[in-house]
């Protein structure tokens, strides 16, 4: 068995040229099995195994940094490609127009976003030294580029190393205290960890694998304990979340906009297990016009709110005289007798989706969402009060992403998520299954239940600790009556954010850096 780790170690690390970037490519695609629907986490743990062996071979070039970026670049092209390949379905939607732009996408956005991992490679292989600290370097660097991608240049934190813990409820509840970002973190530590039983000196550095192994069964168990207690309901509330199952290449055909209109309202009529719905809540962009400018519609909205609440996503646009119409991406809220208590404008829109910045568009790009121009920016989270219900606050499709940017200073006590992942392609896609993970991600963070209601699926009532209470799948045409979890106290992430991800991120870069017996600096050869 030694033999065999040794021999496996040392030929990954003696890798070059092109054998070097197809396996760092392969790693990082095997890798991206961990995520939403498929949940295969020993692949991510082992790519970045793959990947700390690589940037170990990379450390002995003539030039390191240059051969440990393109390791990591390659690592995050595979994962990302295959991670995110559903994206290129929002480009057949309306394929007249913008199938030119799906192979450039195809290959930018995988592309760019591997480039955050290149340069958590290329750092981590200039401060390359012998020694297990070199791991705690590694894990430093990644996280730190996670982050990063997931804030600047609007940020797109989808498929966080975190999230191939989808297979494991019990450990995911540890963002509950540490958030996302310091899972991903330590996810990183884990699997890097791994690669030191690859070489001769496992016999010194072994205690640092089998303590991270120790840590993540704690955790576990942990999770465990914490899912083993019931959440209650809150009473009197009843929630109807409706899916109509609209493709989305329909969605706004004239001709079919009053049938779609019809199917809203039938099934937000339907009869159901008593109780009646009290909370009916529809998915993004759910009115096939512009809601507040059609008095036909508002008349519907009024006799289905006699005694009731209507939660629903719509298109409105603001138009002042002598400028151009600019249109919103919106959450409307509808009290009794359709009394329209709430307006909420989506705030982190999505780049190519909702908008194109202006030095793109004179290129010829433009957004997939068939407006002129681009969306307007809200001014972000909010929490609204809702009659009979606890307050709430909404999210609009992609906003759920994002880690301790999901509700106002006055915490709601949950979370309405409209979504229309019409966008992410057939039923079969992973996008729906990684959105879902995403939003109960949210939820654990919190200690906030959430709705989701998708367009097409997937719609679910989740409560505080990201299970699922009640659930309709992919593509398929329905409603799903539940009642309303309530949130738990304030958790320990919610009150702190990344405090826990910063600490250890200095943690594991100055013990990268600085530990007894670590040289610091470039490795000297």
Known sequence: MTSF?????????????????AVAFGAGCLSALSFAPFGLWPLLILGFAVLALLIDGAATHQRPVRSGVIAGWAFGFGQF????????????????????QLPFIA?????????????????????????????????????????????????????LPGYGWAASLGILQSVSVIGVYALSLLTVLLGASLALLFAPERAKAWPLPAALVALFVAMWIGGAVRLSKDVPDVPGVHLRLVQPNVPQQDKYLP???????????????????????????????????????????????????????????????????????????????FAHGGQLIGTYDKFHLVPFGEYVPDFLRKLGLSNIVNIPGSFGFGTGPVTFSVPDAPP?????CYEILFPGEVTAKNRPQWIVNVTDDSWFG?????????????????????????????????????????????????????????PLPVALPETVFAKFGETGFLLMLIFCAAAGSFWPGATGGRRTR
């Open 5 to 21: 780790l040794d021999k496996a170690g040392a030929f990954v690390r003696g890798l070059a040229g092109w054998r070097r970037f």
């Open 255 to 333: 001709d079919l906009r009053a049938q779609h209109w019809r199917e809203l309202m039938d099934l937000s009529l339907a009869k159901g297990p008593s109780p009646a719905p009290t909370h009916i809540i529809w998915p993004e962009s759910a009115p096939p016009f512009l809601l507040a400018r059609e008095a036909a519609a508002l008349d519907g909205v009024a006799l289905l709110t006699a005694n009731r609440v209507l939660m629903t996503g719509a298109a409105r646009v603001d138009i002042e005289p002598g400028k151009q119409p600019v249109f919103y991406n919106s959450f409307y809220i």
């Open 81 to 100: 490609l295959v991670g995110l390949y559903w994206v290129g379905y929002a480009f057949l939607v309306d394929a007249a127009d913008h199938l030119w």
């Open 107 to 159: 290959l930018i956005l995988p592309g760019g976003l591997a480039l955050f991992i290149a340069l958590a490679a290329g750092v981590a292989a200039y401060f390359w030294r012998p020694g297990w600290q070199r791991i705690l370097l590694l894990a430093a660097c990644y996280g730190a580029a996670e982050w990063l991608r997931g804030n600047i240049f609007t940020g797109f934190p989808w498929n």
């Open 426 to 482: 057939p039923p079969s896609s992973s996008g729906p299954y990684q959105h879902l993970l995403i939003a109960r991600v949210r939820a654990i963070e919190e200690g906030l239940p959430v709705a989701r209601d998708a367009n097409t699926g997937i719609s679910a009532v989740i409560d505080p600790m990201g299970r699922i209470v009640a659930e309709l799948g992919s593509g398929r045409v329905g409603v799903v009556d539940s």
């Open 392 to 396: 709430v606050g909404p999210l609009i």
